[in-house]
């Protein structure tokens, strides 16, 4: 099936379009259903999947950065979408400029998985400078995507704005002590961060100990993963120690209220514990 609306189908009544759409997967409805005209964009706002889509995964979909582009743009206006999945897309530089300036204005998109998409540096760059003003996403995974010191540079630049994102995973790029360096400088002062993997990248115990100075003072930082970066095990098992005194901290501080009865709140703790660092 064609992921082109002609145009003889604008003519049709609502409900007809409708049932049309019903035939269409989530991205043709994104790529080929927005922005071609007023009307059908009228159309497809008032189309029930598109006002409950919340979620959209379309890993492994070749969508290159052009089509990257195009989607970026139709999903401009959405505001129901938390979580979007464009793992092994290779969108590259052009394509994450495009969802930087999505998280520029966007204030619902909680979740955001690069994966695998060739963004590169350059591309990291667009993204972390979104991160400066961006008020809504959480969690962001630009794991493999060729990044290396500059590309940890800028998000670090990123980091010390942003008031939001808990989960940055950096996993299988090219970081190395220096990145790590930069990352610690901006975990002095960030205090939202509480997930932080840096899994298979080069760090050495040069960027361990970088990140160590940095956890002395930081005390948010609850997961962090430095396995496969050449680390010595006394750096390691100190950056263990750091990162568990944390999570003892957190639980000390998250009281959680719970309504009992006829509705008199007491103070409760919610424990949640995540594996200090995954050693393989």
């Not at 052009?66 to 970026?72: C, E, G, I, M, N």
């Not at 006394?234 to 959680?256: G, M, P, S, V």
Request: with cysteine.
């Amino acid at each position: 099936m064609t992921n082109h609306i002609p145009s003889p189908i604008l003519t049709l009544p609502t409900n007809i379009i409708h049932r049309i759409l019903d035939n269409l997967d989530e991205f043709a409805i994104l790529y080929s259903g927005r922005n071609v005209c007023k009307r059908l964009n009228m159309v497809v706002d008032e189309y029930n999947r598109y006002q409950t889509l919340i979620s959209l995964d379309l890993s492994d979909h070749l969508i290159g950065d052009l089509r990257a582009q195009h989607l970026a743009y139709a999903l401009c206006s959405n505001t129901t979408l938390k979580e979007f999945n464009l793992t092994s897309n290779r969108i590259e530089v052009n394509g994450a400029r495009c969802l930087a300036n999505i998280l520029r204005q966007n204030t619902v998109l909680t979740t955001l998985n690069l994966y695998n998409n060739e963004v590169g540096d350059e591309g990291v760059q667009y993204l972390a400078d979104a991160l400066r003003t961006n008020t809504a996403l959480i969690t962001l995974d630009l794991s493999s995507n060729e990044m290396g010191d500059d590309g940890a540079q800028y998000l670090a630049r990123g980091l010390r704005k942003n008031t939001i994102l808990t989960t940055l995973i950096l996993s299988n790029n090219l970081i190395r002590a220096q990145g790590a360096e930069y990352l610690a400088d901006a975990l002095r002062t960030n205090t939202t961060l509480t997930t932080l993997d840096l899994y298979n990248n080069e760090i050495k115990d040069m960027g361990a100990q970088h990140l160590i100075d940095a956890l002395r003072n930081n005390t948010t930082l609850t997961t962090l993963d430095v396995t496969w970066n050449q680390i010595s095990s006394d750096l390691e098992d100190f950056l263990d120690d750091l990162i568990e005194h944390n999570q003892q901290r957190t639980i000390k501080e998250c009281i959680l209220r719970v309504d009992v009865g006829d509705g008199v709140a007491v103070d409760g703790v919610e424990i949640v514990v995540r594996p200090v660092l995954n050693k393989k």
